[in-house]
């Protein structure tokens, strides 16, 4: 009988088996020669790390305190929580952490549990992987920032803007293009006065971002000063108020301005008499006789300022008798002359008071930037720089015999304000409620026909649908010459909400 050798290749691998020290199980053989279920039972890897812990929230600014006195923002089942849960365990850097994820709990419970898997070393280097559930419950408590907020004279820092003007729609123009830039979020409180705002900020930096900002939107200057609150004469630290003193040009859109000699020739030989069409960063004049545009800074004006001599407040009604435009050629100019402007008609113009209609008519001849958009039955606003009691320097220096009778401004369309607000559909958003600086006045209304008129103007800012009011029926009561806000030009006034945070924290 032959034996043939098998090869050890082809033959199975067959494990050796223990006992289990505890229980007699038959298991492989591990450094603690016990099973897993022993194992757990002699040993907890997890001793020591907390199995409850307490998550401080604010609810004013929905933030929780990250030890030992930061406060973070951080939404539910995020990240940024996640993280925040896990440094509240104090043991957990004796072990090594494989996962960990949250599980759904009541959202009205206040209370957020987190699955954490863990690996540790067991006895002579057995590693263990165990699982466990970490509960937190939500404890509301204010923190620093708005508990100062709250006390209301609280600030370290704040903006003081001014505009010494008769009209306040500026401001109603710097709100909204806070509002769209986000620049007021560090606020600690805003107040209103009679003649600027007040900003105020916990520290010099939020103040002194919001007055970069408002440099670079407006033509103004601003002074910077502090004041010692205390001395700590051991530590050797200072406390300081910091205030910022705006001033903006008291120039506003639509008035007639009156340029120094100097300036005229430094701006290319323009009428002293100018038209204020726009206020961005700089003022921007035109010259309604020559269609001659140009732009003052910031800089320029307070080396040489100069005042309003006619405000939208002495505004009156012309209608349109006759008109015809002028070809460019017919219009004087000379070498040298600054921009001429693209988009304004010069023509002749003949009007008559509103007031005087149908009487003896007293026809005005005047020239106007407005020969594109104006045909004879038309209403339109202008001053009467012969009537008007001007008392400025620059004025009183220039030859009367060519200061014009009557400066049209922009085209009216009728005195029907009320269906005028009826039929606006769009809205713009304020501060806040409480500081609403563009209450239902008539100077807001007429911001806000503006708006309508100017599509340049409105770009800057947000206009928001009105969910409250409906598309008329009627439209017929509507003049469809009437200037509107179309409605892919308005935002929707969308309010998102986690419903489930505002059931946790409310």
Request: charged share 25%; net charge negative; hydrophobic share 35%.
């Amino acid at each position: 009988m032959e034996f043939t050798e098998l090869s050890t290749d082809l033959m199975p691998e067959v494990k050796s088996q223990i006992l289990c020290c505890e229980c007699a199980t038959p298991i492989e053989p591990n450094p603690t020669n016990m099973c897993i279920g022993c194992l757990r039972t002699q040993v907890d890897i997890t001793e020591g790390i907390p199995k409850q812990a307490i998550l401080y929230f604010c609810r004013n600014c929905e933030r929780y305190l990250l030890p030992p006195g930061e406060w973070v923002k951080a939404a539910l089942e995020s990240r940024e929580l996640l993280a925040l849960c896990l440094k509240k365990l104090k043991g957990l850097s004796r072990v090594k952490l494989v996962d960990a994820g949250f599980i759904w709990t009541e959202p009205h419970s206040k209370r957020i549990k987190v699955k954490i898997t863990v690996h540790g070393e067991v006895m002579t280097g057995a590693t263990l992987e165990q699982i466990f559930i970490v509960e937190y419950t939500v404890s509301h408590q204010m923190c620093n920032d708005c508990h100062r907020t709250e006390a209301k004279d609280y600030w370290n820092a704040s903006v003081q803007v001014r505009q010494k003007a008769i009209n306040k729609k500026t401001f109603y123009y710097l709100e909204q293009l806070i509002l769209k830039h986000k620049a007021h979020e560090n606020t600690v409180a805003i107040k209103p006065i009679h003649d600027g705002l007040d900003f105020f900020y916990a520290n010099e930096a939020g103040a002194r971002k919001i007055t970069d900002f408002i440099i670079s939107v407006l033509p103004c200057r601003y002074q910077h000063s502090k004041k010692l609150i205390s001395h700590d004469i051991h530590s050797n630290t200072y406390n300081y108020k910091f205030t910022f003193s705006i001033e903006i040009v008291p120039i506003s859109k639509d008035s007639i301005v009156c340029l120094p000699k100097k300036l005229v020739h430094q701006l290319g030989g323009i009428n002293p008499i100018c038209l204020v069409y726009k206020v961005t960063s700089g003022i921007h004049l035109i010259d309604v006789s020559s269609g001659q545009v140009t732009e003052v800074s910031a800089n320029v004006y307070w080396r040489q300022p100069f005042n309003s001599i006619c405000n939208p407040k002495q505004l009156k009604e012309f209608v349109v008798i006759d008109i015809e435009p002028i070809k460019d050629k017919e219009i004087k100019r000379f070498p040298g002359q600054g921009h001429i402007s693209k988009k304004h008609v010069i023509a002749d113009i003949w009007v008559v008071k509103s007031e005087d209609l149908g009487l003896d008519q007293n026809t005005i001849h005047a020239r106007t930037h407005l020969g594109g958009i104006l045909k004879p039955g038309d209403s339109v606003l202008g001053y009467t720089l012969s009537e008007n009691n001007i008392n400025d320097d620059n004025f009183e220096i220039l030859d009367q015999d060519s200061v014009p009778d009557v400066i049209l401004i922009k085209k009216y369309y009728g005195n029907e304000k009320s269906a005028r607000r009826r039929a606006r559909m769009w809205k713009l958003k304020h501060l806040a409620e409480e500081i609403d600086i563009g209450s239902e006045n008539n100077e807001y209304n007429e911001f806000l026909e503006d708006l309508e008129e100017d599509p340049e103007l409105r770009s800057n800012i947000n206009i928001y649908r009105d969910s409250k009011k409906q598309i008329p029926v009627d439209s017929d009561c509507i003049d469809p010459m009437m200037p509107q806000i179309t409605l892919e030009e308005m935002l929707d006034d969308l309010v998102i909400e986690d419903t489930v945070m505002l059931e946790v924290y409310n």
